[in-house]
C-alpha cells in the first residue's frame, strides 16, 4: 500500500487525500500530478508523484480516524503542489463546463 497526501481546502475546511504511486514513468501522471521533491523529508524511501485528478482525490469524511503521519511535505513540495493543483482543477473544471449533455 502506498501512502497518501492529505490536504485541507482552505475555502470549506474540507479534508482531502491525494493516491500517491511510484510509477513516475507514466505520462498520464506526470502531466496530472506532482513529483515529489524532496522525498526524504515527504517519508518516502523512492521518487513518488502525488496524484491529483479527480478520481483520485478523496474527501475525507473523518480526518481522525487517519494514522499519523509518515513525513511532512517540503516547502517547495507544497508550493510545486497547490501550483500544479490549481492546474489540474482548472484544466477539469473547462472540461466538465464544456461538455453538452442532449
Known amino acids: ?6 490536504f485541507k481546502d482552505p475555502s470549506d475546511d474540507a ?3 491525494c493516491q500517491t504511486t511510484t510509477q513516475i514513468d507514466k505520462p498520464r ?10 522525498i526524504q ?19 475525507i469524511e473523518n480526518p481522525e480516524d487517519l494514522k499519523g503521519p509518515i513525513g511532512k511535505l517540503s516547502e517547495r513540495d507544497i508550493d510545486n503542489f497547490l501550483e500544479k493543483l490549481v492546474r489540474v482543477r482548472q484544466r477539469e473544471y473547462r472540461i466538465e ?4 449533455l442532449w
Open 1 to 6: 500500500a502506498l501512502p497518501i497526501l492529505i
Open 15 to 17: 479534508v482531502f487525500a
Open 29 to 38: 501522471y506526470r502531466r496530472n500530478g506532482v513529483l515529489i521533491q524532496d
Open 41 to 59: 523529508e515527504a517519508g518516502m524511501n523512492k521518487e513518488t508523484i502525488i496524484r491529483l485528478e479527480y478520481h483520485s482525490r478523496y474527501k
Open 97 to 100: 463546463n464544456s461538455l453538452e
